[in-house]
T-cell receptor, first 109, second 114 residues
Framework: GIQVEQSPPDLILQEGANSTLRCNFS?????LQWFHQNPWGQLINLFY???GTKQNGRLSATTVATERYSLLYISSSQTTDSGVYFC???????????FGAGTRLAVHP | KAGVTQTPRYLIKTRGQQVTLSCSPI?????VSWYQQTPGQGLQFLFE???????NKGNFPGRFSGRQFSNSRSEMNVSTLELGDSALYLC?????????????FGSGTQLSVL
């Protein structure tokens, strides 16, 4: 099946710093989404981005489908950005998202 | 608009028992998926339903089953519980059957098997 690899596995930042999270996937996908899981376990959908670039406030994401990777940018990080960031992909007709192992982010004041 | 609602939030069971978890999707959403999250295995797909039909199933034993009702609400059942079934069970909904739909998750049911 399709493999999803996220890097780095762990990231520690000072408040105000910028960061880039990466997601590599092993096959063509029709669907790629980024999620943030907060410390209480709630998974929040950040982006649906099978290709191209999107921005939402301090967050932006870019997916280069032909090269099978996606990047999530966090600028001016805040302590509330702490948690685990997951990338998930789906191949056409499979009706299921395959999740990466996540990047655990800790932002310190 | 209300989000995805899962009940109960926490559940404690003993080995051998069975459990039923409930999920109400966002109003208008017809696709419901279930995922199991554990520290060791991460987020793993259980099954997906659309219009009361199971369209895909993950690699879980037959003790794990589910169904979807005509109002799109879904339940999953785990029979003969094992210690390894302890996990956060997450339900997600999306608008339609296509692959290009954002997935929205509920808060999950934390199941502990003793």
């Amino acid at each position: 099946g399709i493999q999803v690899e996220q890097s780095p596995p762990d990231l520690i930042l000072q408040e105000g710093a910028n960061s880039t999270l990466r997601c590599n996937f092993s096959d063509s996908v029709n669907n790629l989404q980024w999620f943030h899981q907060n410390p209480w376990g709630q998974l929040i959908n950040l982006f649906y981005i099978p290709s191209g670039t999107k921005q939402n406030g301090r967050l932006s994401a870019t997916t280069v489908a032909t090269e099978r990777y996606s990047l999530l940018y966090i600028s001016s990080s805040q302590t509330t950005d702490s948690g685990v960031y997951f990338c998930a992909v789906e191949r056409s007709g499979y009706n299921k998202l395959i999740f990466g192992a996540g990047t655990r982010l800790a932002v310190h004041p | 608009k209300a989000g995805v609602t899962q009940t109960p939030r926490y559940l404690i069971k003993t080995r051998g028992q069975q459990v039923t978890l409930s999920c109400s999707p966002i109003s208008g959403h017809r696709s419901v998926s279930w995922y199991q999250q554990t520290p060791g295995q991460g987020l793993q797909f259980l099954f997906e339903y659309f219009s009361e039909t199971q369209r895909n199933k993950g690699n879980f034993p037959g003790r794990f089953s589910g169904r979807q009702f005509s109002n799109s609400r879904s339940e999953m059942n785990v029979s003969t519980l094992e210690l390894g079934d302890s996990a956060l069970y997450l339900c997600a909904s999306s608008l339609s059957a296509g692959v290009d739909e954002k997935l929205f998750f509920g808060s999950g049911t934390q199941l502990s098997v003793l």
